[in-house]
Every structure is written in C-alpha cells, then in structure tokens.
C-alpha cells in the first residue's frame, strides 16, 4: 500500500461523483452520491487497517510540486485518521437522511455534499500550508448553498450571517500564513511543525489564527452564527455541519497553533481557558431556556466544543487525548440528535417543545435510540462521552483547578437541559391526536440511527482503539509545548513504591508487626 496514492482517490471519487450527480436525473443523483460516499468511506477503512500505530508520524503521503513554494502534498498521522474517518462515516448517513426529505434541486444538492466531502478530506490530509488553507475556507461554500438553498424560511440570513463570521477571520489567518512562510521560507507543514518562529512573532500569529479557528470553533462571543444556521439548515446539513465542521477550528487548533507557536500558547491559554469558562455555563444555560429542539442541541454544541478547547490548551496528554475523543465523540452523537430530531420533523414539521410529548407510547423505537443519544451527550459512562469527558477534565485540573472546576458544572448543567428536553418530547401524556398518528422509524431511518449507535456505544466500552492510532502524535505535541508549558495548581505526583524488603517480617519486623501474616 505504500505506493498506492489512496489519498487522492479518496478526494477523486466523490469530487467526480459531485460532477456527474450535476448531469444526471433526481432519482439517479441519490444513488451516485450514496455509492460515492460508501466507496469512499471502504477506501477509509483500508486506510485505517493499514495504518501503522507507532510507526512513522506521517503515513501514505504523496508530493508533487505544483509551483512556486506550492506544493499538492497530502499526508496523515493518528489525529488526522480519525477525523477522516468521521467524515467518511458520516456522509452516507446524511445522503440517506435526504433521501426523501429533499424534493428540489436533488442533483445540485448531493453535489454540494460530495464536495463538502471533497473539502474536509482535504483539509485534514492537506501537507502544505497554502493547500489547507484552501480546503479550509473553500469549506464555506457548499455549506452556504446548502443552508441558502434547501434552509429554513429565514435561511438567507443564516447563510450571510455563517458567511461573514467566518470569512472575516479567516482574512487574518491568510495574513498570518503569508508571513509565516515568508519568515520559514517553506509551505510543508511538517517542517514548520518544527520551526522556531520568533517569540514577539509567534504572538501576533497565534491572535491572527485564533481569530479564524475561534469563530470556526465556534467560541463565546463569536458563536451566534451557529443557533442560526442549525436552526435554518437541513437536517442533513445540521448533521454534517455539528458532525464535521465544527471540528476544522479544534483541529487547527491542535495541528497549527499550539506546536507552531508554543510560547504565545502558554502566555496566552488564560485567554482560551477565560472564554471556555464563560461558554460552558453561559450557552448551558441559554440551552436550558430554549423551545427549539435544534436551538438547545446548537447551543450544547458550544459548550461542548468549550470543554474540547479548555482541553487541549491544558498542555498535557490526558486533556489533549480527552479533547481529541470529545470531538470524535460530539462528531457521531450530535449528529444523531440533529437527525432525531429532523425525523420527528419530518412527521410534524415543527421543531417546538411544547408541541410534543408522550412520544415513548407510539414511537417506542425511536425512544430508546434518543435516550442512548441523549446519555452519550451527557456523558454517561459507558458511552463515548463519558471517556473523553472524563479525560479532559482530569488533564485540566492538572492545568487549573479552578477552569476544572466550572467545566464540570457546565457538565451537571448539561445533563440539566438534555433531560428536559428528552422529558417533555418522549414522557409525558399522549394527548394530541397528530402526535398519536406519528409512526414509528422506517427501515430507512433505523439503517442511519443503528451505526450512530453503534459508534456511540463502541467508543465508550472500547476508547482504546480510536486512542491508539492518536497517542503517539498527541505525544509529539506535549513534547513540543513542554519547555514553554506554565505549572499547573494541582501539584500532581506519582506516590513513592515502597522499597522491596519492607514487605517481609524480617527486614522492618517491628514497625510493621501486624502487617504480613
């Protein structure tokens, strides 16, 4: 396989299946995108069977020089993988969420999901600055067309308003890249991964990134781009834009800003730990007041992503690996809720609260698949969210006592508005009659919720095999940040063993005179 350029066959197919699904009828265009996306997530498969855990931190890459200092070079290691393979899992299940949901526009719709699927491969493999950076705002696109063109009745302003936020900060992050390889003289990230840039320099870059990866995130106070655009997206469109998008900032985070610029990281954490704080108990509580269903689920989405940034600015491995997990995790189970709830939308076409209840009689299937979605969000152990939950927590008290401390109120106040929410739509009486003539899931439904399940529950008994192939990466960057990393509060050290002859009756017979019988 070491020859084999499986990356760029993962880009080609579904960007030549997004050409032809332009060209072909409706009916048609659901079968190529589902095929496209099916084939691309076996080719992601093999991938992941061929990955070599503790082998070389880059694996099946490909070079070629394109011109100037830019290159077409694509590479991945054990962070990257996963993330793909997110993608790659979730983009079938979205294409048969729309399967009958979309009437208009079908071709140009799978289109702009295969190219959507085109673009987050690319930005996690992208080797070359220029490349990621095109990947990573070319991402903007399919995204604006799909809320602009199948949203909600207010989806033009959900569309300009995700537009602008996130292209502003990008324009600084371009700025930031210029002067970077100007400084380094090269575009390959894995050598400016090593590059010491100068430290007066580093802050500047790690502001002008921040802005970009913060609003992409999103992070308190720039995150009121994304209740709208949930709100006015698809159901489909939710899925892919909770699942994947929102993990292009955290991923920025941990592949640019921190091993690039450590010294501005470590004088700067108060900022991201400051902002974290404030998101995880102020949109836990905003979430608590909502009466739509996709409004709460947007809003547990920032404080989720918070717990996910505290995290990784927590500089060890424990809270840099709980972070990684957290957004494999938050990836498959807050695109199961954006479909459970699209599923009763589908039925009753509204999104209100108060409009449900007493959904466990009539719909006794779909019961048990949100309540399992619902735990896993809150972190329930044996889960997926209880695992990554639990690590960054135990990394960040290692870093800070204090930002420990309000994450894990943000974490009762997220168990407080996800159960309110699951109360008042399954519990409850069974009064009004179209809510008595719901029907419970169709065979179609049941093939996307059982694998989301599936997922949930196999990172939560078994973390270790998504954990593995990212260790030794995670690793690398402890090691980069360790000479800049501040000292943390909690003054953790290992307990000292006890020397070998003091468990026999001999050596200290008298002070340990009750203890070896």
Known sequence: MSGFPILSLMLAVPAIAAVACLFIGDKMARFVALGATLATFVLGCVMWAQFDIGGAQWQFTERADLFGRFQYALGIDGMALMLIMLSVFLMPLCILASWDAIKQRVGLYMAMFLVMETIMIGVFCAQDLLLFYIF????????????????????????????????????????????????????????????????????????????????????????????????????????????????????????????????????????????????????????????????????????????????????????????????????????????????????????????????????????????????????LPGTSGFVGEFLSLAGIYEASSWVAFVCTTGIIL?????????????????????????????????????PLAAVALWMGVYPESFLAPMRGDVTTVVARLAPAKPAGDAHLAAGKPKPAAAHGETAHGSSHAGGVQ
């Not at 991964?193 to 500047?204: A, E, G, I, R, S």
């Not at 309110?420 to 009004?432: A, N, P």
């Not at 008595?436 to 996307?448: G, N, V």
């Open 136 to 379: 990573f705002e070319a991402g903007l696109i399919p995204m604006y067309f799909i809320i602009g063109i199948w949203g909600g009745a207010n989806r033009i302003y959900a569309a300009f308003k995700f537009f602008l936020y996130t292209l502003l900060g990008s324009v600084l992050m371009l700025i930031a890249i210029i002067a970077m390889i100007a400084e380094a003289g090269t575009t390959d990230i894995p050598t400016l991964l090593n590059y010491d840039f100068p430290v007066q320099m580093q802050t500047w870059l790690w502001l002008a990134f921040f802005a970009s990866l913060a609003v992409k995130m999103p992070m308190w106070p720039v995150h009121t781009w994304l209740p709208d655009a949930h709100v006015q997206a698809p159901t489909a469109g939710s899925m892919i834009l909770a699942g994947v998008l929102l993990k292009l900032g955290a991923y920025g985070f941990i592949r640019f800003m921190m091993p690039m610029f450590p010294d501005a990281s470590a004088q700067l954490m108060w900022i991201v730990f400051g902002l974290s704080m404030i998101a995880v108990v102020y949109t836990s509580l905003v979430a608590l007041a909502q009466s739509d269903m996709k409004k709460l689920i947007a809003y547990s989405s920032v404080a989720h992503m918070a717990i996910v940034t505290a995290g990784l600015f927590a500089f060890n491995q424990q809270g840099i690996e709980g972070a990684l997990i957290i957004m494999l995790s938050h990836g498959v189970v807050s695109a199961a809720l954006f479909f459970c709830v699209g599923v009763i939308y589908d039925r009753l076409h509204t999104r209100e609260i108060d409009r449900y209840g007493g959904l466990a009689v009539n719909m006794p299937a779909y019961a048990l698949f949100f309540m399992l979605f619902t735990m896993a969000s809150i972190g």
């Open 414 to 450: 997220g168990a407080a508005y996800m159960l309110y929410l699951y109360r008042r739509v399954v519990f409850g009486e069974l009064t009004k009659d179209d809510v008595k003539a719901m029907p419970d899931l169709t065979a179609r439904e049941w093939t996307i919720m059982a």
